[in-house]
């Protein structure tokens, strides 16, 4: 059974700094896809950015420059690195790998 946790998640103040982690579990194979979506309070799950286990970047436009995907195929880990935090980044983060498997969230909440 595939398990995707999330950890990282919290309160900063705008322009501060959060790292999210994803460790993916209970599968014999690495996944070529994985990604992280956010959904506001009030508004639907969007896609922030995915990655594919060769290094392909994909990035919603409104984090394109603060936000970096990245992962470690070796620990089936992905990380999302976010910068220059602006309060309408505030929503839950979930990880998601090959479209099909979720995580259940991280809060991340800015402050003005």
């Known amino acids: 059974q595939v398990q995707l946790v999330e950890s990282g998640g919290g309160a900063v103040q705008a322009g501060g700094s959060l790292r999210l982690s994803c460790a993916a579990s209970?599968?014999?194979?690495?996944?070529?896809?994985m990604g992280w979506f956010r959904q506001a309070p009030g508004k639907a799950r969007e896609l922030a950015a995915t990655?594919?286990?060769?290094?392909?970047?994909n990035y919603a436009d409104s984090v394109k420059g603060r936000f970096t995907i990245s992962r470690d195929n070796g620990k089936n880990t992905v990380y999302l690195q976010m910068n220059s935090l602006k309060p309408e980044d505030t929503a839950v983060y979930y990880c998601?790998?090959?479209?099909?498997?979720w995580g259940k969230g991280t809060l991340v909440t800015v402050s003005s």
């Open positions: 990655i594919t286990s060769g290094g392909t970047t």
């Open positions: 209970g599968s014999t194979f690495s996944f070529d896809n």
């Open positions: 998601n790998a090959q479209w099909l498997y």
